[in-house]
């Protein structure tokens, strides 16, 4: 099976802890190279997120686990990108 890459994920978050906790500790996890924490809406209980990861194999499993153990939980799988290399289409081309 070719190796997961890349994943963008929907995850709605209580305030606490912060958008940067969670990109932290998704950091910390032995497969992820890199973590981008973005704020999409504001709600009077929650926070909705997108958390865009990348690493040379991930795994998600362990990553939901992270984001459940903070009081989050993943709304939706919004890209997974598999394979030797992240393919960049038009819709990830954000310079």
Known sequence: MPPLRRLVLDVLKPHEPTMLTLGREIADLSTVEAA?????????????VTLTIEGAELDYDEIVTVVDDLGGSVHSIDQAAYGEYVAVGPALDRE
């Open 36 to 48: 981008t924490t973005d704020l999409v809406e504001i709600d009077e209980e929650v926070r909705e």
